[in-house]
């Protein structure tokens, strides 16, 4: 729990707030919260937590990323990482030593695969694995992906590439064990929908995700396996229908959506929604698809989607997760390549996805950081606000100011400036079943606190922030806190600047 002192100490956060504070009350625009503090209406699972996504398995065998881990694991409870490359060339799975350069004929050396799952393990998180993506020993062409050159081609013999990924499942159950491997999803591939992800088409899709589920599913029948992981909800239909006519093993379904693709790819002709409703809407409407027909009521995981925007984030998990078994946001940590070496820590306008660098969290870590201390047992509430309790029996309230904020469709972090439509607002909240004058704490995160962006600017913002200036970052990065009481009428009232949010504890 951040106290008082952490918020009187964050100069530029408790400058932004006194400011906000002192906006014509007016002028500004009022939005009613009602909670009702003695009616439950069932449960909060915290989906959010299921998973978070990352750049690729190697990124993960450095002890900054791990650092980074190990704080979303302890102050966002995430369960399981998600990333690409388990099986790119550079983590030598056929790969030949020198003393054996002349054998043509190494089997699989599973050495760097067992150290990145051994990391995870390590910092008590799951793998959700993704099978992806092609050894060049299995490849059937050369082409490939990114900084780290994936090669993104099918198998060229599907007989070889279901025998590889036997003997990588039978390999993890033997080094972790068939019960903790059992809850482990297997997502085949990423993205085969997109011509950077995958050279082959639809079909070919189709029979390589038949040969690793198959080949699955010949280990232990209770592994999970899933797909088609598409961008942009697509092909959920087509995969159904093949998979049922096929008799293929499906246990999940998994795809991804981010708010700024295109909505015409999405949803179709029709009206255009508010950026914050697309992956709600197209969450929603996968759901709807996918329970019409052969896989019906199949948990469905949103694993990878994005937003750097706090209430955006709030406001995407709470309309999505009653249709979600996960979701997966993408990325917890800044150590990312996936397009090449970043030349920054921190930067104005779109810094990409990461949640965190080097320590350093961004509005969007904080923000899983205010989620995570939310109950398990969900509160009537009307308004923008997630109301819950915790088995111990106290009430926590989420609220947020929803902005328009645009969300990059394409490659994210290139954009010099960020383009907000909101206001500032003030949220009214009133409180059923809780006594007049009863403290609080309220906690914010928005662009100004929760935020280290006014002590990077404060330093002349640099480019390569040093050791000490890293370590300050971190202190300031951190969300800030106040106490205050309820009126005589049991209400509180918060001003809250676009895309900000705020959480109410009672004591």
């Known amino acids: 729990m951040f106290d008082r002192r952490t918020f009187l100490a964050t100069t530029a956060a408790g400058a932004a707030l006194a400011s ?22 069932g449960d909060l699972p915290h989906v959010w937590e299921e998973c978070v996504g990352s750049d690729r398995a190697a990124i993960t065998l450095r002890e900054e990323w791990r650092d980074d ?26 790969g030949r030593d020198i003393m054996a350069m002349q054998r043509k004929d190494t089997g699989p050396n599973w050495l760097n695969l067992f150290r990145v799952y051994d990391g995870l393990i390590a910092n008590k998180v799951a793998p959700f694995i993704e099978l992806g993506f092609m050894p060049s020993r299995l490849a059937s062409g050369t082409r490939t992906f990114g900084f780290y050159n994936a090669n993104i081609t099918p198998p060229k013999s599907d007989v070889e590439y279901g025998a590889f990924i036997k003997g990588f499942t039978a390999a993890l159950v033997d080094r972790y064990g068939i019960e903790a491997v059992r809850e482990w999803p297997f997502e085949v591939w990423n993205e085969p929908n997109l011509a950077f992800f995958w050279s082959g088409d639809k079909q070919r899709y189709f029979d390589m995700y038949k040969a690793a589920a198959t080949a699955i599913k010949s280990v232990d029948p209770r592994l999970k396996v899933g797909g088609p992981a598409t961008s942009k909800t697509a092909w959920l239909g087509d995969f159904a ?11 999940f379904v998994a795809t991804h959506v981010y708010a700024g693709d295109n909505q015409k790819e999405v949803f179709g002709d029709g009206p255009t929604r508010s950026i914050n409703d697309v992956i709600p809407d197209a969450i929603a409407q996968a759901r709807r698809l996918i329970d019409s027909g052969p896989l019906a009521n199949k948990p469905l995981w949103l694993s990878e989607w994005s937003s750097d925007s706090p209430a955006m984030i709030v406001h995407t998990i709470a309309n999505t997760m009653q249709h979600c078994a996960g979701l997966s946001q993408w990325t917890l940590s800044g150590m990312y390549e996936e397009l090449g070496v970043d030349n920054y820590m921190l930067k104005e306008g779109s810094m990409g996805w990461p949640m965190m660098i080097s320590g350093i969290a961004r509005p969007s870590f904080n923000t899983y950081r205010l989620l995570h201390r939310l109950g398990m047992q969900r509160l009537a509430a009307k308004g923008p606000a997630l ?4 088995a111990q029996g106290k009430t926590s309230v989420l609220v947020w100011n929803l902005a328009e904020v645009a969300q990059p469709g394409g490659i994210p972090g290139m954009t010099a400036d960020r ?18 004058g009863k403290p609080v704490t309220v906690s914010y995160v928005d662009w100004e606190r929760g935020s280290p962006l006014p002590a990077w600017r404060a330093m002349g913002s640099p480019q390569y922030p040093k050791p000490d200036q890293i370590a300050a970052l971190r202190r300031a990065s951190q969300p800030v806190s106040e106490r205050l009481r309820l009126s005589r009428q049991s209400t509180l009232s918060l001003v809250l600047p676009p895309e900000g949010l705020a959480l109410v504890e009672f004591d």
């Open 20 to 41: 906000a504070r002192g906006a014509s009350a007016a002028t500004m625009a009022r939005v009613a919260v009602e909670v009702n503090t003695r009616e439950r209406i």
């Open 69 to 94: 881990l190990r704080r979303g694991v302890a102050e966002a409870g995430f369960k399981r990482v998600r990333f690409h490359g388990i099986f790119n060339d550079e983590l030598g799975v056929f």
């Open 241 to 251: 229908a093949w998979s049922s006519a096929n008799n293929v093993p499906v246990d």
């Open 387 to 390: 109301a819950s309790r915790t």
């Open 419 to 436: 383009n907000v439509r909101g206001e500032t607002k003030t949220i009214d909240l009133t409180f059923s079943g809780v006594s007049a």
